[in-house]
């Protein structure tokens, strides 16, 4: 957001905690040029590309191992439907906790609060480790698809194309946009 924001000023910016659905309407009406998102709705008249693969890690306030991570304690992400196949798959054990959140910054609030175990976007990590929590060393790490989606009539403007390169050269930089 800073790079757009400092190189094209007349650009304005609309920030969502992933309200995918909500963006792909916006984008098919013309109310949005670009949106990051996790979870496309394919439609004629929008152009999707895959922008990155965000990673998840797992941490925890008592945990070091998944055999010691204990369901009660223990918030699910819950992103998108993907990232909720991929966790119920490979950790069938903790695939029903008594929490569930879709945002992350819920899963922070609540591990920062209370402690307990919960996967976290991997670029937050050195920062919740700072703050107490450890990285569980055995749980796969969870990918996420992460897309950029214009429509195709607005594709080819100047500054949209422009934002969408910015956008691009940031996830190959390794940047994140949360």
């Known amino acids: ?19 995918s659905p909500q963006m792909i309407a916006d ?9 990051v998102l996790y979870a496309p709705r394919y439609l004629p008249e929008l152009q999707f590309e895959l922008l990155m693969r965000q990673c998840f890690v797992m941490v925890s306030s008592s945990a070091h191992q998944v055999a010691e991570v204990p369901l009660d304690t223990y ?3 819950a992103y998108t439907p993907a990232l909720e196949k991929t966790h119920s798959e490979g950790l069938p ?10 945002l992350d910054t819920v899963t922070l609030g609540r591990l920062m609060r209370h402690g307990g175990t919960a996967y976290v976007p ?16 055995d ?15 607005r594709r080819g403007d100047p500054i949209v194309s422009a934002a969408a390169r910015s956008l691009q050269e940031l996830a190959a930089a390794g940047c994140y946009f949360g």
Do not use: C, W
């Open 93 to 102: 054990g903790l695939a029903r906790p008594r929490l569930s959140t879709g």
């Open 122 to 137: 991997r670029h937050k990590l050195e920062e919740l480790t700072a703050r107490g929590l450890n990285l569980v060393t």
């Open 27 to 35: 984008l098919a009406f013309g109310n949005l040029d670009i949106g």
């Open 1 to 19: 957001m800073d790079a757009i924001a400092t190189t094209m000023p007349k650009v304005a910016l609309h920030v969502e905690a992933d309200y």
């Open 75 to 77: 918030v699910r992400a």
């Open 139 to 153: 749980a796969p790490v969870l990918e996420q698809p992460v897309y950029l989606a214009t429509h195709i009539r």
